[in-house]
């Protein structure tokens, strides 16, 4: 009997046990700086946030853009308050490579390599005193004054992990007064209050985070409005991923899943998402505007939760959305991409002679399926100049969906297209893109037309998978290739000609009998050439261009 109750007895006492607290540590972090994490954080009633890491780690360096966002969201919303930490786990990881690291991520919080007490510091949270350690990054969480530890926080995504983090935070800093908090918890910083009583006194102040009226002697015994106001980047959060996913919903693809999406949708203020919308937010994309002319300049839109009319110093909590910004709340996740999947564009090989005009066909090397892309295309500017870009594929495709005027700076020329007819599909080898040029001087096509990285090239699907495109240069002057093959109802016949003229495409059957005939004009370079050969039976045929072999066509009407 007592060996049955002994089990029980343990357990109960074992839940009375105390947790844990994190195991006092002292590094030199890379900037030369001696840090206690008693001394300077956890007895200072401030939070300290680590990281375990290395600096070749590939998931660190796919974290690194969403933690330094994060660091700067908590800097601003807690002043004083929170501080992270990265340290190494690897003995090579000395403090100037610790140091070059943060430098080329863009970090701007303290760390340490070996060589500053970083081995040391982590070792109690590797050997399974906290919990089983999954490898890097490892996020730990220890809590101002008591020291307790909240282990190895992680996410499906960086998104995630950023997401567990802040709420953890805001758990562990109870709020103060009312907040200007995102709809993902986490703290609005550089918020412009203006605060009006009936009476007409008014005021303005920035807050971050949070902010109280209470200090207002106006505003007691009287009634006021309060109006948040925040100013920024309208790109920032906005691309065409957003874009996809507005014409997804507005298609009933994938409806959006959560009220602040359709908020921040609205990016003409309207109080209705349409396509009017999408158009707003490529024009802001592709530079033609600098703001959401239908909000007033506003780039942020806060709603109060809940709505009310404060009075006598009492204040409304408000949730910010970012206008544009559908697809979370700091940038569009980058674990989407499936680099195992590319978009690849191809234009022929072709000699440009100064003066001369040409019309310049982007085919697609491999079928695509998507419901929106982006792009730039970058020029040699004082070589060649686009002087427009066509497209009969991608349905709604006009004059509005690229801006010319950039071209001529750095940021090349900026395409954007979102099919709000729905997603299209193209076979390789087909037109995507038409692009009229004028050469400025003698050159080579491929050495003067590239893929400018202003805006990553991607096609997105209405999954919200992204596409990564690439764009190079294809057949030589005279080659020929025939797509798709086998062909149904369509095929193109791929010719890079020599010179500007007409070319006979003919099909014969294997005994020599002409079955199909027609008459193409082609320009100099590279041309796509449709044929519709329908009163033809299924079979194999032979190609001929000008009376001469060009290969061999599996025919399916």
């Known amino acids: 009997m007592k060996k049955r109750l002994l089990l029980p007895v343990l357990l109960l006492f074992c839940q009375w046990l105390p947790a844990t607290p994190a195991p006092d540590f002292t590094v030199t972090t890379s900037d030369g700086q ?17 990281e375990i890491f290395f600096t070749t ?36 990881d000395t403090d100037p490579l610790v140091a070059s690291y943060l430098t080329g991520k863009g970090l701007t919080m303290p760390a340490a390599g070996s060589d500053g007490g970083s081995l040391a510091a982590v070792q109690p949270y590797k050997n399974g005193n906290f919990g089983l350690f999954q490898g890097t990054p490892t996020f730990v969480v220890i809590e ?39 709809y993902f918890d986490n703290p609005i910083d550089s918020v412009l209050l203006n605060v009006q009583t009936v009476g007409g006194f008014d005021t303005s102040f920035y807050a971050s985070g949070a902010y109280s009226l209470l200090d207002i002697s106006e505003l007691q015994a009287a009634s006021y409005t309060v109006t948040p106001v925040k100013s920024g980047d309208p790109l920032q959060g906005l691309s065409t991923y957003d874009l996809v996913k507005i014409a997804s919903h507005i298609l009933n693809i994938v409806p959006f899943d959560a009220p602040w999406q359709s908020i921040a949708a609205d990016m003409n203020c309207s109080n209705s998402v349409t396509t009017f919308d999408i158009v707003e937010g490529r024009r802001i994309i592709l530079g033609m505007t600098t703001g959401f002319a239908g909000c007033g300049g506003a780039v942020w839109r806060f709603v109060p939760e809940p709505d009310g009319t404060p009075g006598n110093g009492s204040c409304l909590n408000f949730r910010g959305v970012k206008l544009g910004d559908v697809t979370g709340p700091y940038f569009a996740p980058d674990d989407k991409v499936d680099d195992r999947q590319v978009l690849g564009l191809r234009f022929a090989r072709q000699q440009l002679e100064a003066g001369r005009r040409y019309k310049i066909p982007v085919i697609t090397g491999n079928p695509a399926h998507f419901l929106g892309l982006q792009l730039a295309f970058g020029v040699e500017k004082d070589a060649i100049r686009i002087l427009s870009v066509e497209s009969s594929v991608l349905s709604g495709f006009d004059e509005q969906a690229y801006n010319l005027s950039e071209q001529m700076g750095a940021s090349g020329l900026p395409v954007v297209w979102v099919g709000s007819q729905g997603a299209v599909d193209l076979l ?11 050469a400025l001087q003698n050159a080579n096509l491929a050495d003067v037309l590239y893929l400018h990285s202003r805006l ?22 005279g080659q020929v290739s025939i797509a798709p093959n086998p062909a149904k109802g369509l095929c193109h016949i791929l010719y890079n000609a020599g010179k500007d003229g007409e070319v006979r495409i003919q099909l014969t059957d294997l005994r020599g009998v002409l079955v199909y005939e027609s008459i193409a004009t082609v320009t100099k370079g590279a041309n796509s050439l449709p044929i519709r050969p329908s009163a033809c039976a299924s079979g194999l045929y032979l190609v001929k261009l000008n009376g001469q072999p060009a290969g061999k066509l599996i025919w399916q009407p």
Do not use: W
């Open 34 to 50: 001696t840090r206690h994490l008693y001394q300077d954080y956890v007895n200072q009633q401030k939070i300290i946030v680590l």
């Open 57 to 92: 780690c590939p998931p660190c360096a796919t974290h690194a853009p969403y933690l330094q966002n994060l660091y700067q969201t908590v800097q601003a919303g807690y002043p004083g308050q929170v501080e992270f930490m990265l340290l190494s786990d690897k003995v090579a």
């Open 144 to 182: 101002p004054g008591t020291g307790e530890v909240y282990f190895d926080l992680r996410g499906n995504s960086p998104q995630e992990t950023m997401d567990l983090l802040s709420q953890k935070i805001a758990e562990l800093l109870p709020e103060e007064d009312c907040f200007l908090r995102s």
């Open 428 to 438: 390789p080898g087909e037109q995507c893109f038409v692009l009229e040029i004028e």
């Open 456 to 477: 990553s090239a991607e096609a997105y699907r209405e999954d919200g998978s992204i596409v990564l495109v690439n764009m190079r240069e294809g057949d030589t002057p």
